[in-house]
């Protein structure tokens, strides 16, 4: 079988056979056929007059009896009546057979058609359902691929999102301790200034109800200063310690 480009490679197998004398492909692919000579009558009918069948010769025969029964027997007459008797008889016969080898080809043609147009429609099926199930495949891949970018956006933004919860809450940490620090600073200082101030307090009072005191000015003031170092040292060491 010859190679036809028009059709699917599994048409063109080898092991099909070669095509029926006559058959070729068409530009499009489709298989059409020349007319052979044993299609036709005439092919036919020369073939069985040559071949002299006794079927024939019996036709002769009795076309030269009937010409001898005229008193014609050896005349041109009688051998042209034996032959046109002949062929008289083998038409029938040739057309007929003619029919048979004409219809056999156009079976085979029309056979070899559906063929080709089968294998037609599987490459097509095929071809479909190769770009279906490749249209599945990229659907599938473009659809897990928008599941996974947006997974890994929503991991990124929890990430970012728990460092700055992180920076947020060391921020808070910080600015507690700060405040803390500014509390235990202040409180300090509450405290350094109730206690000087509770001790000078002490001191005056201690020299206002003693009349020694104002008689002694000088020691009335070292009285104040030593009150006011001893509540120095005490505040000394409850800030910086001992």
Do not use: C, H
Request: proline content about 4%; cysteine-free.
């Amino acid at each position: 079988m010859a190679y036809n480009p028009f059709i699917p490679a599994e048409a063109n197998n080898p092991s099909a056979g070669p095509l029926p004398q006559g058959f070729w492909a068409s530009a499009n692919g489709t298989y059409v056929q020349n007319p052979q000579e044993n299609q036709t009558a005439s092919y036919q009918l020369n073939n069985l007059i040559r071949g002299d069948s006794d079927y024939i010769q019996q036709a002769r025969k009795g076309a030269m009896a009937s010409a001898a029964a005229r008193g014609l027997g050896n005349s041109s007459y009688a051998a042209g009546n034996a032959q046109g008797s002949a062929i008289r008889a083998a038409l029938p016969i040739a057309t007929n057979d003619a029919n048979m080898f004409a219809n056999a080809a156009l079976a085979n043609q029309r056979d070899l058609n559906a063929t080709l147009n089968a294998d037609r429609q599987n490459a097509t099926s095929i071809r479909n359902t190769n770009t279906s199930a490749a249209a599945s495949r990229y659907g599938s891949l473009m659809s897990y691929n928008a599941s996974k970018y947006g997974q890994d956006q929503q991991t990124l933004r929890q990430g970012q999102q728990n460092q700055f919860d992180a920076g947020q809450s060391d921020i808070n940490r910080q600015f507690q301790q700060n405040m803390l620090g500014l509390q235990n600073y202040y409180g300090a200082q509450d405290w350094a200034r109730n206690l000087y101030g509770g001790i000078l307090q002490g001191a005056y009072g201690t020299m206002y109800s003693n009349p020694d005191y104002f008689s002694d000015p000088n020691a009335a003031m070292g009285f104040i200063n030593g009150m006011g170092n001893f509540s120095a040292n005490q505040i000394d060491q409850y800030l910086y310690g001992p």
